[in-house]
């Protein structure tokens, strides 16, 4: 393999390290001006169900999520006999391939699984009750990963930014208890209060990393940090490496290293807005560590003797590399620099919706949704257009289409809610 698909590869699964969990949070935006889809408190707590229901346990609403700005045809391409195949293959130039990427690639993966849920009328408004298990996947991959990738190093000198470059992944049980009532004419209101437990949170980021490659050698330096904590104690692991001193003494160190609301404006026109998740989960089994990357060079390899059994101690090529495989290791391990509790903020959501009612047909009305989830470095946007009829008392149906930080989307929702059976 070469060298640097030897890096490129230590790069990827050292930003893959974090996506251990795949459920996570997620909502169905294009059933949010349909009302009667059971589950639209969950985008707004002042939204009620037309009737008391009760969920089907895991299936009775299970939401998966992928949004990205970059997609499979990216990464792979057709060859004239028909067959597939991946960007690294020479048949597919550089030019082609990475004109497709962005600066920044993104990616989320959100799954939302309800356990228990139902909700019913009482106490003058409408209640909810829901235990899920919910979490959200987060990656930000730069374009020079993917170039330091496909091509290398070329003229003779090369450089690499990996700036930003990180992975974030939160799951937790959340028990919801919401209701929702009607405190004037045209004004509804709902809020719900959560209880939430975490099951595992890690954040990898880098900083700021630089790779230069030319002829006679190669240089990699840069910074980052990988958090992680769990509801079980997080592995590591005692290392003792041998350190020289700037008198050129050699001693040896220990180190600890990871193991691895809505109102009805007018008769026609309703107005709506929640803010949803606004809180914190608090870890006890926590560890904040950060990698190594002292500065790196990589000169070759040097006085190769043709018969390995009698080259100088360390001197022989299966000595030389497996120096720059501990090297490569060192590089991008994470030291533990300490152990406490670990509080993380919810990425919060916040949801601004207006509808209107088609004067020539009160059944068919159209909606504006804005939808922004703030999360730091992994906060998006979306605004999606919906139109939604309603023909019947126990059918409606939307379609909708979306422009959004990953891009456009179209969507759409069939939903029978008839008595004692409801199917979306």
Not at 125 to 154: C, H, W, Y
Not at 329 to 356: C, P, R, S, W
């Amino acid at each position: 393999m070469k060298r640097r698909n030897k890096i490129a590869a230590a790069l990827l699964f050292a930003a893959s390290i974090p996506a251990v969990s795949t459920w996570a949070q997620n909502s169905l935006r294009s059933a949010y001006f349909l009302e009667g889809y059971t589950y639209r408190h969950q985008m707004n707590p002042a939204f009620a169900s037309e009737r008391n229901y009760v969920g089907m346990p895991v299936l009775g609403n299970f939401n998966i999520g992928l949004q990205s700005n970059i997609g499979v045809s990216n990464f792979l391409y057709k060859l004239p006999n028909g067959d597939l195949t991946t960007f690294l293959n020479g048949s597919v130039s550089s030019g082609e391939f990475l004109d497709g990427l962005k600066n920044r690639n993104r990616l989320n993966l959100d799954v939302d699984m309800n356990i228990i849920s139902f909700g019913f009328h009482k106490w003058g408004g409408f209640n909810t009750f829901d235990l899920s298990i919910k979490s959200g996947t987060r990656a930000n991959l730069p374009k020079d990963l993917f170039e330091f990738a496909k091509v290398g190093m070329q003229g003779g000198h090369s450089e690499y930014n990996l700036e930003d470059m990180g992975m974030y992944s939160n799951s937790y049980a959340e028990i919801a208890l919401g209701h929702s009532r009607k405190i004037m004419d045209k004004l509804t209101v709902g809020a719900k209060v959560k209880f939430l437990l975490g099951i595992y949170n890690a954040d990898f980021h880098i900083n700021d990393m630089k790779l230069v490659m030319s002829d006679d050698k190669w240089l990699v330096s840069g910074d980052g940090e990988f958090s992680t904590a769990g509801i079980v104690d997080i592995p590591t692991k005692l290392k003792t490496k041998d350190v020289t001193d700037d008198y050129g003494n050699i001693h040896q160190e220990t180190e600890e290293e990871l193991d691895f609301a809505t109102y009805q404006l007018r008769e026609d026109l309703e107005l709506s807005m929640a803010v949803l998740d606004l809180g914190w989960i608090s870890y006890k089994n926590a560890v904040q560590s950060a990698m190594a990357m002292e500065p790196w060079e990589f000169d070759g390899f040097h006085d190769i003797p043709f018969d390995s059994d009698k080259a100088a101690p360390g001197m022989s090529i299966e000595d030389q590399i497996d120096n720059l495989t501990d090297d490569l290791e060192d590089l991008f391990q994470m030291k533990v620099q300490g152990k406490d509790k670990h509080t993380k903020a919810l990425g919060a959501t916040l949801n601004i919706g207006a509808l209107y009612t088609f004067p020539f047909y009160d059944k068919l009305k159209f909606g504006f949704l804005e939808s922004t989830r703030i999360n730091g470095q992994y906060s998006w946007s979306e605004g999606r257009f919906s139109a939604n009829v309603a023909p019947v008392k126990c059918f409606d149906a939307s379609i909708s289409y979306a422009i959004s930080s990953f891009g456009s989307s179209f969507g759409w929702i069939a939903n029978y809610h008839g008595k004692g059976f409801s199917l979306f």
